[in-house]
């Protein structure tokens, strides 16, 4: 099945009538953001991703990549697909004009690489790495840098990586070996071993540019002995164009569950001519930039498993006749009630549309921000920068989550079918799997999240985040129409702050605390900002309801969808609030040797 649909319209509410983002644009400053340039963008983009990604999906998941030589095929039509792609002015959309894009708001690009990994997430993998690579190059890279390697990214004739994890390390970055001797030239011969590349070697652009972590001679061990360095495939000539091919070799690919149609690469980094970027020994600061980009890349790709199994088990149960409803047959002129009306399917598809749908909500709420970070006052640009960094590690690890027990629900609605790889829900499972995994484990976020952003800013950034729920909730107490969610949100919000300050004042005893209560309580706080999510989608439901809107089913759906949220998704934070408060000893105490015998 390729019948993927790209959901314009609950893009368009998100967008303009829950967080009014042309509004957002005029106040920025992006004249050029009109409501009917935007529309017409997203219609040109729905049509690329409907029409000539979604197509080769299962045809990338079949195929995979081959390698022979050091050398990649990528799967039939990807490279197609992507010289149109650049031809088309994609990858330029969100990028300064200066350097060749478009100039147009970060939220546009992040909406299009929504679409583009709804429709064929692997394929989406190859240009989605290169803004990370475009963002850390333009906040830390040299003039002479942005214009050799900036300008090539930005156009989508090369494309970019990330390099940091070894056979021996992964999260701790501290133990990384890779050497980056100084050459006489004042660039740097880098040798080592880079695994889990994605997009690390493929034949759809014609050169690829690699942002890799390194270590000088005289580094200081640990984190802090991190540099950065550009390491291109192939070796640009003073006029831009292709060079000597350079150090760098794909010694082979992973065998792996998903993603088939991505080229996950093992590279062999050997003398390999590289160019340092920003200060030695600042390395992880400045590819700070590219994995914060790339966590909210991956928050994305939760969002788009779910809306693609959502979608495709919504249709099959539309259509799939099986049993009778309890109620009464719903189809008597047929031999059987299709699916859709036994309640445990609904049950299913009202998770994933509720998943999806406020996925799309965290998103744009997160791309809103990074907008800010370009075009705001010092002022806006500072809070919305914290706002990110609280908001982050929540969406990349809480919308993988939700995203792959999406996908798995979206496989059990197909029953034995979804098991069967021509209906493609297996692949979604399947591909949806990595998620939680890279750019941080959920297990890292929440350390982020609960360590870091949380007690080590004396829940400041918190506090921030709740006072802003709270005037929501006073604002609307009196709104009859409201009730419903008001109450309990508000009962979540000052829950939020509790079990804080109950984690805050055990961890001071006790850090193992931390660890013990992080990942519960990263997705207590996902349930509870997608709580109040809701209860401003039911706010602007009913009163375009009160108003007579023409579209009284769309927003009805809403108001049903929010309610299910409430009544059925929100109650698991019980659960997760008794976890946090049993503490670290029910984890602790078993001796290592003693797990089994």
Known sequence: MTDIKIPLRDMRFAMRELFDWDQHYASLGYEEATPDLVDAILEEGAKFCENVLAPLNQIGDQQGCTWKDGEVITPEGFKEAYQQFVEAGWPSLAHDVEHGGQGLPPSLGTLMSEMVGTANWSWGMYPGLSHGAMNTLEAHGTPEQKEAYLTKLVEGSWTGTMCLTEPHCGTDLGILRTKAEPNADGSYAITGTKIFISAGEHDMAENIVHIV???LPDAPPGTKGISLFIVPKFLPNADGTIGERNGVVCGSLEHKMGIHGNAT???????A?????GAPNKGLNCMFTFMNTARLGTALQGLAHAEAGFQKSLAYAKDRLQMRALSGPKNPQGPADPIIVHPDVRRMLLTQKAFAEGGRM???????????????SEEEKKEADELL???TPIAKAFLTETGFESANLGLQCFGGHGYIAEWGMEQNVRDARIATIYEGTTGVQALDLLGRKVLMSQGELLRRFTKVVHKFCQAEVDNEALSPFIGKLQELNKQWGDLTLHVGAKAMENPDEVGAASVDYLMFSGYAVQAYLWA???????DKLAEGSGEADFYKAKLATA????????PRTAA??????????NLMELDAEHFAF
Request: hydrophobic letters at 55%; a positive charge; glycine letters at 6%.
């Open 213 to 215: 972590l390194a270590r």
């Open 265 to 271: 690469a093992v590279l062999n980094f050997d003398g």
């Open 273 to 277: 001519k590289g160019f340092l970027i």
């Open 362 to 376: 965290l998103i744009l709420l997160c791309a809103q921000q990074v907008d800010r970070t370009h075009k705001g």
């Open 389 to 391: 960094a609280f908001l």
């Open 536 to 542: 401003r989608v039911a706010k602007v439901a009913n």
């Open 563 to 570: 309610s299910f949220f409430y009544d059925r998704i929100v």
């Open 576 to 585: 997760h609030a008794a976890a946090i408060q049993s503490g670290a000893d």
